[in-house]
């Protein structure tokens, strides 16, 4: 598995476990009220927070493990997460598109943020599973 590879993994798990503790801790907090109303920013601010740092030393500990491994991108390593980019990309768009008829019809701030979140998160599954499916197999070719 190369080094890319593994940081497409890596990715992949740290934003559906980050998410999904997400959700459990707001489901948790809504205590049978409904979700609208349940307090939400801090537990979203954490979680794509350390979403993030907990990407950051993952990867750094896969580099320390395997100080010898080759970390030069080539051209593959390029198209591949060119690729994976492109694909995750149409989540984002669609929350931004959600996110603005949402606003523009009223919705509470809760949906708005949840949706945005939510296909952020759809953005790095989906790329991350398009860039570990071509490492498995090849580039698509249309």
Same mark, same amino acid.
């Given at each position: 598995?190369?080094?890319?590879?593994?940081?497409?993994?890596?990715?992949?798990? /740290?934003?559906? %476990?980050?998410?999904? +503790?997400?959700?459990?801790?707001?489901?948790?907090?809504?205590? $049978?009220?409904?979700?609208?109303?349940?307090?939400?920013?801090?537990?979203?601010?954490?979680?794509? $927070?350390?979403? %993030?740092? +907990?990407?950051?030393?993952?990867?750094?500990?896969?580099?320390?493990?395997?100080?010898?491994?080759?970390?030069?991108?080539? /051209?593959?390593?390029?198209?591949? *997460?060119?690729?994976?980019?492109?694909?995750?990309?149409?989540?984002?768009?669609?929350?931004? &598109?959600?996110?603005?008829?949402? *606003?523009?019809?009223?919705?509470?701030?809760?949906?708005?943020?949840?949706?945005?979140?939510?296909?952020?998160?759809?953005?790095? &599954?989906?790329?991350? %599973?398009?860039?570990?499916?071509?490492?498995?197999?090849?580039?698509?070719?249309?």
């Amino acid at each position: 598995m190369t080094h890319e590879e593994k940081r497409a993994w890596i990715r992949l798990v /740290v934003s559906v %476990v980050a998410y999904g +503790a997400y959700a459990v801790i707001v489901a948790g907090r809504a205590g $049978g009220r409904p979700l609208a109303e349940t307090p939400y920013e801090a537990a979203l601010l954490w979680s794509v $927070g350390g979403a %993030v740092a +907990a990407s950051i030393l993952a990867e750094v500990v896969m580099a320390a493990a395997n100080p010898g491994a080759s970390r030069v991108r080539d /051209v593959r390593d390029r198209e591949i *997460a060119r690729f994976g980019d492109h694909v995750g990309q149409a989540f984002v768009v669609i929350g931004a &598109v959600a996110a603005m008829l949402m *606003a523009m019809a009223g919705w509470e701030r809760f949906w708005i943020a949840n949706a945005v979140y939510l296909c952020f998160v759809l953005s790095a &599954v989906l790329g991350g %599973v398009a860039r570990i499916v071509v490492y498995r197999r090849s580039m698509p070719e249309w």
